[in-house]
């Protein structure tokens, strides 16, 4: 079952938001994100893929993940008011890539919001997760922390200078959840700005 959270505005952009591999759409981290980009004037509707709703660990095969999204998608798009993005947190926004990437979401989406895009598996850069993504024909923008073991700064600034229409929004000592250490940020504010940088993008 899917979460909607509504922005003021009927006519605002809504964004389609996936969770990552290990924590649903209840996880504070998600919901936070949603009532922030709606405060925002950013619609958000969220989901669980399968396996989180069956209380699995493992995700699901990438076949079941995209479906999913096509199905999300589907039920959301098509009719909508305002412009309609898709993204989400690491696996999420990734597995969003990878549908759009198939042609599995039509109406295609406004743009594509990574927020922490797993790039490779920490500690393996050769592992990568990108070869899709040129294929991607929608803006794009990845909020990534400069301590995000999944990517690099030097790797991320490398891929976006190759993708056509993406930008890169660094958060300085953000983790793969964009959340600097508390001494250094004990209210949490890297994630506000994060918020801040993805609403503007969706609205300008």
Same mark, same amino acid.
């Given at each position: 079952?899917?979460?909607?959270?509504?922005?003021?505005?009927?006519?605002?952009?809504?964004?389609?938001?996936?969770?990552?591999?290990?924590?649903?759409?209840?996880?504070?981290?998600?919901?936070?994100?949603?009532?922030?980009?709606?405060?925002?004037?950013?619609?958000?509707?969220?989901?669980?893929?399968?396996?989180?709703?069956?209380?699995?660990?493992?995700?699901?095969?990438?076949?079941?993940?995209?479906?999913?999204?096509?199905?999300?998608?589907?039920?959301?798009?098509?009719?909508?008011?305002?412009?309609?993005?898709?993204?989400?947190?690491?696996?999420?926004?990734?597995?969003?890539?990878?549908?759009?990437?198939?042609?599995?979401?039509?109406? /295609?989406? *406004? =743009? +594509?919001?990574?927020?922490?895009?797993? &790039?490779?598996?920490? %500690?393996?850069?050769?592992?990568? $997760?990108? !070869?899709?993504?040129?294929?991607?024909?929608?803006?794009?923008?990845?909020?990534?922390?400069?301590?995000?073991?999944?990517?690099?700064?030097?790797?991320?600034?490398? /891929?976006? *200078? =190759? +993708?056509?229409?993406?930008?890169?929004? &660094?958060?300085?000592? %953000?983790?793969?959840?964009?959340? $600097?250490? !508390?001494?250094?940020?004990?209210?949490?504010?890297?994630?506000?700005?994060?918020?801040?940088?993805?609403?503007?993008?969706?609205?300008?």
């Amino acid at each position: 079952m899917s979460e909607r959270y509504a922005a003021a505005g009927p006519d605002g952009p809504i964004l389609v938001l996936a969770h990552g591999a290990g924590a649903g759409q209840a996880h504070p981290w998600m919901t936070r994100v949603a009532k922030g980009l709606a405060a925002r004037g950013v619609s958000v509707v969220t989901f669980n893929f399968p396996y989180m709703d069956a209380r699995r660990h493992a995700p699901d095969p990438p076949a079941v993940l995209e479906r999913t999204w096509q199905e999300i998608w589907t039920s959301v798009a098509p009719g909508a008011r305002g412009r309609v993005f898709a993204g989400g947190k690491s696996m999420g926004g990734r597995i969003a890539s990878q549908a759009c990437a198939l042609g599995l979401l039509d109406p /295609l989406p *406004a =743009g +594509l919001v990574f927020f922490g895009y797993p &790039l490779h598996p920490p %500690g393996k850069p050769a592992q990568r $997760r990108d !070869k899709h993504l040129p294929k991607i024909t929608v803006p794009m923008i990845f909020l990534h922390g400069a301590r995000d073991a999944f990517g690099s700064p030097e790797e991320m600034r490398e /891929l976006v *200078a =190759g +993708l056509r229409g993406a930008e890169l929004e &660094l958060i300085e000592d %953000g983790d793969h959840s964009l959340v $600097r250490p !508390k001494r250094a940020d004990p209210q949490g504010r890297s994630i506000d700005h994060a918020l801040d940088v993805a609403a503007a993008w969706m609205t300008r």
